[in-house]
């Protein structure tokens, strides 16, 4: 397990992850830049390169020699580890005290990005609520499946989010203290259910952006469902838990969203 970083601590530390995005990697770094600037937080970006097979890594090196006032880093898998191992692991690289990642494909507007990151320290989870109907390239089969997974989440922990598949801001240290059990399609609800489960205050943004998989992708296949599967599994094992050991769930208390004021901080 990687060491923390015993340097002076920051506001947020956002991962980026990377698997063969060479069209969009350098995008994605300048979005984030851009809306981390605007909200005056400190800030790192740890890049992480899953074994790409095309020329991100180049693109990446030469775009951040190109901007040397970035605070962003390279790292580069020797393995393929996906995007549930690096979301873990990159957490304890960092040294915000809370912790987002954002997918390398640009599939996140600036204007959602600059929204999500203005509510950084509103509640412990800043969680992106994506309207299914409006995000461009999604296809009515993978929307769909994205509200089914919503409603069986909910019916199965109790909760009312609105949605389960962004990637929430939390604080870094519930990320390390409680990692989800799943991965693949199903590891945000798993950590997002967990961190509730125990109690987190959480605020939800509206949000939204691009579906780089396309319409013709497929919305089903093996790895995806039992990711899902594992993830309801450990939502209800949690759930059934707390029944058998007379354990109240606690309720986690949701924040209202910010006004106008990007620069504002909690």
């Known amino acids: 397990m990687p060491e923390l970083d015993s340097t002076e601590p920051l506001d947020i530390t956002v991962a980026i992850s990377c698997y063969n995005e060479e069209a969009f990697i350098t995008d994605t770094i300048d979005h984030v830049v851009v809306a981390l600037n605007a909200t005056g937080r400190s800030y790192e970006i740890i890049v992480v390169d899953d074994v790409s097979r095309d020329s991100s890594v180049a693109k990446i090196q030469a775009h951040l020699k190109a901007h040397p006032a970035y605070p ?39 204007e959602a990005l600059l929204a999500i990151f203005r509510h950084i320290g509103v509640a412990d989870v800043v969680i992106p609520v994506q309207d299914q109907n409006t995000i461009l390239g999604k296809s009515p089969a993978r929307r769909r499946i994205s509200k089914t997974f919503t409603f069986l989440v909910n019916s199965i922990s109790g909760y009312h989010i609105k949605y389960y598949n962004g990637m929430a ?17 199903g590891f945000e609800a798993d950590i997002l259910t967990r961190v509730l489960d ?10 939204f952006g691009t579906d780089r998989k396309g319409p013709d992708s497929s919305p089903v296949n093996l790895r995806h469902v039992l990711s899902v599967g594992h993830t309801l599994l450990e939502i209800a094992i949690r759930r059934v838990r707390r029944l058998l050991y007379g354990r109240t769930m606690a309720k986690p208390i949701e924040r209202p969203a910010l006004a106008a004021d990007p620069q504002k901080k909690s």
């Open 72 to 110: 962003a880093r390279l790292v580069q898998n020797k393995v393929n580890r996906g995007r549930a191992n690096n979301y873990i692991e990159t957490a304890f690289l960092g040294r915000g005290k809370y912790y987002r990642m954002c997918c390398g494909d640009d599939s996140e507007a600036l």
């Open 198 to 207: 125990e109690g987190a205050t959480f605020v939800q943004v509206p949000s």
């Open 169 to 185: 801001i939390h604080l870094r240290s519930n990320v390390m203290r409680w990692p989800p059990s799943s991965y693949g399609f």
